[in-house]
């Protein structure tokens, strides 16, 4: 069987999906576009040869039998509507993190889910499929550094549009490690708190460049992440794992190791597109694999984007306060407990 896909927005990561589903993946087809920038959604079909139809808005697009499921790379604040639309219909959705921009969003779309009564939503927290994350998860489950205790981890990009704001660092770029951290460690999170180091000068007036947080987990694990989205140098994300007998630390992405005038030099990437490549690919393959062989999809669930938003908000707070702020996160329903069962 294959899956006919409808996709939401054709801008920078739309098409990246889009290319993989047509020319790398297989199973998956897509039949329909759309965009509110309608120059972009024709030369999206233009430029991928594409057999698909092109509709005036996210409605129309849902409203089509031909649709099966959803793949939702709009801008953040256009997810909700798209969601919720899309399981009142029925269908599956593929959606890019964030969920909704809001938890009460999230929480709106977990409870429409529950109440469709099947599993539908899958969201887009790439770094669970990525194979360097994948193995350090199984370095901390095989016990072979023993209890972990601390994580030092670092995202970092080469730079950022004017419109990128303090808050941003968090909903956009933290949003990430939010994600895979608790999941690299099985634990959930209790605290956080940020500092801001001091100002690069490549930081436009409205953004406070880099951040420092620190989240702890109800067992104690303490994390620090930093956050700097001008470091110039690259594309770049760390992660290292102390446990009780040792220390494992995410893989390097792989890159020739050049000898030459007195230097030992490698490179480093400078976009998320090519870190990520693979995650993506092996992401969205399972997501077509698991919908059309089990019927319903089997990576990060709505309720994962849910307490991600719950964590989100309380580290804006964060921000904000100056202040060490709680992060209540609630019970999983029965419907979403081990519920992401990932099979890479
Ligand atoms: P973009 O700005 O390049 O593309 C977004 C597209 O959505 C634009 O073409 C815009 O016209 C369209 N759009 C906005 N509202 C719409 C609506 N209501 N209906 C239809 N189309 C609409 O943004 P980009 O970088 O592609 O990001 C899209 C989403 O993907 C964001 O939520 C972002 O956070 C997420 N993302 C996830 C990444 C990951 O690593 N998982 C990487 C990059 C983006
Ligand atoms: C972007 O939206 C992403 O999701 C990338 O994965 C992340 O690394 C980057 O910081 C975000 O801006």
């Known amino acids: 069987m294959v899956l006919r896909i409808g996709v939401v927005g054709t801008g920078a990561i739309g098409r990246e999906h889009i290319n993989r589903i047509t020319n790398k993946l297989s199973g998956g087809k897509i039949v329909a576009v759309t965009d509110v920038n309608k120059v972009a959604a024709k030369q999206t079909v233009e430029q991928y040869q594409l057999d698909a139809a092109i509709y005036p808005d ?19 604040p256009a997810h909700e509507s798209t969601v919720l639309a899309a399981i009142k219909a029925g269908k599956f959705v593929f959606c890019e993190k964030p969920l909704a921009t809001t938890a009460e969003g999230c929480k709106r779309i977990v409870e429409a889910e529950m109440k469709h009564g099947k599993k539908l939503v899958q969201v887009g927290f790439m770094r669970r499929y990525d194979s360097g994350y994948i193995q350090l998860k199984k370095t901390i489950e095989n016990n072979e550094i023993g209890e972990p205790l601390m994580i030092r981890a670092a995202h970092r990009n080469p730079t950022v549009n004017e419109n990128y704001t303090t808050d941003m660092a968090v909903t956009d770029t933290l949003i990430h490690e939010i994600d895979v951290l608790h999941w690299l460690v099985d634990d959930d999170y209790n605290s956080v708190q940020v500092l801001f180091p001091r100002k690069t000068k490549y930081a436009h007036s409205n953004l406070q460049d880099p951040q420092l947080f620190t989240i702890e987990t109800n067992k104690g694990i303490v994390m620090n992440v ?6 110039k140098y690259g594309y770049d994300i760390q992660c290292e794992v102390a446990g009780e007998e040792g220390i494992a630390k995410l893989p390097e992405f792989p890159s020739v190791v050049v000898r030459k005038d007195e230097k030992l030099s490698t490179g480093i990437l400078n976009d998320w597109k090519y870190r990520f ?17 089990n019927g319903e999809p089997q990576g990060p669930t709505a309720w994962d984007g849910y307490i991600a938003a719950v964590t989100s908000d309380a580290c804006v707070k964060a921000q904000v306060s100056g202040e060490k702020e709680t992060i209540a996160l609630p019970e999983a329903p029965e419907f979403y407990r081990n519920r992401a069962k990932l099979s890479v």
């Open 226 to 231: 930093e956050v700097f989205v001008n470091c």
């Open 277 to 293: 490549m693979e995650a993506y690919n092996v992401e969205i393959q399972d997501f077509i694999d698991s919908v059309t062989k």
């Open 58 to 76: 996210d409605t129309a697009l849902i409203a089509d039998p031909n649709v099966d499921a959803v793949v939702v790379t709009s801008w953040g």
